[in-house]
């Protein structure tokens, strides 16, 4: 038969030998069940990615809305927006009311909230403000968020 530690070589008598390894086709399979299990995964983490990032935008337009109550009751008003457009430019001065460098602090930003353009929501926009707002009741501001640039003001994150 020869010595212990060599392969058998299969003979007429031999036809019950199992293959060892896989198939080429076995493994095609398995790589394109990971694949298909690894796509569904990635789409269904984008999905929450997207549903956190509306709710931290609805939280942060709360904290907004409350930091400009206070600023009211010591003001007497709310600040006026520097653009009356939907581009969300209101929010450059917006910041420098609520977070002045001299003089009471409305709201602190936490890192990200802001940038060169001002206050951003999570998808990196600038917050909209405009007052006096036109969206919502005589002598309140409007403040929203465009959910990652949406032209559907449906889909927009807003205060009224």
């Known amino acids: 038969m020869g010595k212990p530690n060599e392969r058998a070589v299969p003979c007429a008598h031999s036809a ?8 080429l086709i076995e493994l095609l399979i398995v ?15 984008g999905a929450i990615q997207k549903k956190g990032a ?7 337009i709360s904290s907004l809305s409350a930091a400009l109550e206070n600023y ?15 581009s969300g430019l209101g929010s450059t001065s917006l910041y420098g009311v609520l977070s002045p460098t001299n003089g009471k602090v409305y ?3 936490k890192g990200g909230m802001t940038n060169t353009n001002g206050i951003v929501d999570p998808f ?12 919502n009741a005589t002598n309140f501001f409007d403040l929203w968020s ?6 559907n003001t449906n889909s927009w994150i807003q205060n009224w």
């Open 16 to 23: 019950f030998l199992l293959p060892s390894g896989f198939t």
């Open 54 to 60: 509306r709710a931290r935008a609805q939280a942060e």
């Open 146 to 151: 465009t959910a990652g640039g949406a032209t």
């Open 31 to 45: 790589i394109t069940i990971i694949g298909i299990l690894s796509a569904m995964i990635l789409n269904t983490a």
């Open 107 to 109: 709201l602190e930003f």
């Open 72 to 86: 009211k009751q010591d003001m007497g008003d709310y600040p006026l927006s520097a653009s009356n457009t939907n």
């Open 124 to 135: 990196g926009i600038p917050y909209g403000y405009q007052y006096p707002g036109s969206n």
